[in-house]
């Protein structure tokens, strides 16, 4: 690829110097500025455009960024378009001759460029799946271990208790006996017999309270001594109980933490290995959408009304195909990328919301209503919240009645466990029976023409509303409007 390069870079060199020999020895200026000084200036372009697109094809291949692979392609065809040019600028055979090396060498160097890239995307693509399966294995091993685990500390909160009941048991029936006897023999007994057993009775108490660091410490040297020293051992033996654990959970927690942190990285690898396929599906476009464009700008003249047509038509067709790829790459986002805040003001949200449709609202003369301050600070994802919204306002827009100003209402219920916001429009509105239907990935209810749209929109609302515990569906007459309400659960945690 480098060499090719350099190739091109000399040729061009030897054209240019070719060409400022011409200038010094021409005798007509008007041949001069009409077609020498042209070509020369085209000759500099291309030879400034190997240098940026070798440069493109290499920032590709570090960052896997398909902004440069487009660069790449755009400089591509404007040096093909260049050389073009320069061949019907040519005043002799031997400026022909330059044009066809340079053109040789320029075909030359792109395909080797696209042998690079080619084996270098099939490279990430066979990492990318043997990220997927190692992200599977992870997934199914973890599922397991937590559960095992989870049913072992279960099973030892169980014991637990069990123990601590007996143990409370026992205690409150020494305590009891304890205080029987104390009464029963307080007449009887002097205070060095009496005074062990009120330290015997508190230390009891304190120990059963839960406090197992506590200690009796009793010297009598008969059998209040030794209940006193099965009380330290109880407590000692119950202490160690806790302590072991206490570890084992934060053993466990720790290893949890660092699978969710091995899980999160694999679903990173996984984010990008997504964007690499969705970029593979575009690249073919890409060339169809450069070749139109070509055909358009340098042969456009030459074709009758009906070749103009299919040009639109295969324009009009890599778009949407370019749309429904970067709709289909969007929802498959939406279940596993969450951000999930505290005290989101959905006021704030909807002002957001109205300030970037703020083009297409007043294009059409919409009336957007809706009672700033009237709805809550709630736990969501801002982003696919604001997702949210927009996507159904721009529907009410989208399907407003011709000759009638829309007028979109933007209302919100508190519910006990839930939010319920609705978007209701005054547009041609849903017959019942695609009511479930609309909701349904690339289900449209008009010829394509008719409106714009892929049919994604109201499928990534779904998911978004879904992901946060929440329902959609909407109430509409055809002709009549529609309402679409959705629910959003209280207290949702982040993920």
């Known amino acids: 690829m480098f060499l090719r390069e350099s190739k091109i870079r000399k040729k061009t060199e030897s054209a240019i110097e070719y060409k400022d020999a011409l200038i010094k020895e021409a005798k007509n200026q008007s041949e001069v500025m009409k077609s020498i000084v042209p070509a020369r200036w085209i000759l500099m372009r291309i030879k400034g455009g190997i240098s940026n697109a070798s440069r493109a094809v290499m920032n590709y291949l570090n960052g896997q960024e398909a902004k440069h692979k487009d660069a790449y392609s755009e400089l591509y065809f404007n040096m093909k378009k260049h050389l073009n040019n320069y061949r019907n600028l040519s005043i002799d055979d031997k400026d022909l001759m330059f044009a066809k090396e340079i053109e040789q060498e320029l075909d030359g160097f792109n395909t080797d460029v696209l042998g690079v890239i080619d ?160 970029h593979d599906l575009k690249e073919p476009l890409r060339g169809v959408k450069a070749f139109t464009k070509l055909l358009v700008e340098d042969y456009s003249k030459k074709m009758d009304k009906e ?87 721009s529907n009410a827009v989208k399907y407003s009645k011709k000759d009638v100003r829309p007028v979109v209402e933007i209302g919100y219920t508190d519910r006990p466990r839930f939010h319920e916001f609705y978007v209701k429009d005054n547009g041609i509105g849903i017959e019942k029976e695609y009511h479930d239907k609309v909701f349904q990935i690339f289900q449209r209810l008009h010829a394509k023409g008719e409106y714009e749209g892929t049919g994604a929109g109201l499928t990534i609302v779904k998911k978004i509303v879904e992901n946060h515990s929440g329902k959609i569906w909407v109430e509409s007459e055809a002709g009549k409007g529609s309402i679409f309400y959705f629910t959003l659960a209280k207290g949702i945690s982040g993920k």
């Open 119 to 278: 084996r270098h995307d099939r490279l990430m693509k066979d990492m990318g799946w043997i990220l997927v399966k190692l992200q599977d294995e992870l997934k199914e091993r973890l599922a397991g271990a937590v559960e095992t685990e989870i049913s072992r500390i279960e099973d030892s909160k169980s014991a637990l208790v069990k123990q601590i009941t007996t143990i409370n048991t026992l205690i409150f029936f020494i305590i009891g006996v304890v205080a029987f006897i104390a009464v029963f023999v307080i007449f009887y007994t002097t205070k060095s017999i009496t005074n062990p057993i009120q330290e015997l009775y508190a230390g009891a108490g304190i120990i059963g309270s839960g406090n197992l660091d506590h200690r009796l410490d009793i010297k009598t040297g008969d059998e209040i001594q030794d209940l006193a020293e099965g009380f330290n051992r109880m407590a000692g033996e119950l202490k160690e109980f806790y302590t072991d654990l206490e570890n084992k959970v934060k053993e466990r927690t720790i290893q949890l933490a660092e699978a969710n942190d091995a899980l999160a990285l694999k679903n990173k690898e996984l984010d990008d290995f997504t964007y690499i396929v969705s």
């Open 307 to 393: 070749g103009k047509e299919y040009l639109e038509t295969i324009s009009e067709s890599s778009v949407r195909m370019t749309k429904l790829i970067e709709d289909l790459l969007n929802l498959s986002r939406v279940g596993r990328i969450r951000n999930i805040e505290p005290d989101v003001d959905i006021n704030d949200v909807l002002c957001d919301v109205k300030k970037n449709l703020g083009y297409s609202l007043e294009e059409k003369n919409v009336d957007l209503k809706f009672n700033a301050g009237g709805f809550p600070k709630m736990t969501c994802d801002r982003i696919r919240i604001s997702e949210v919204f927009s996507n159904l306002i």
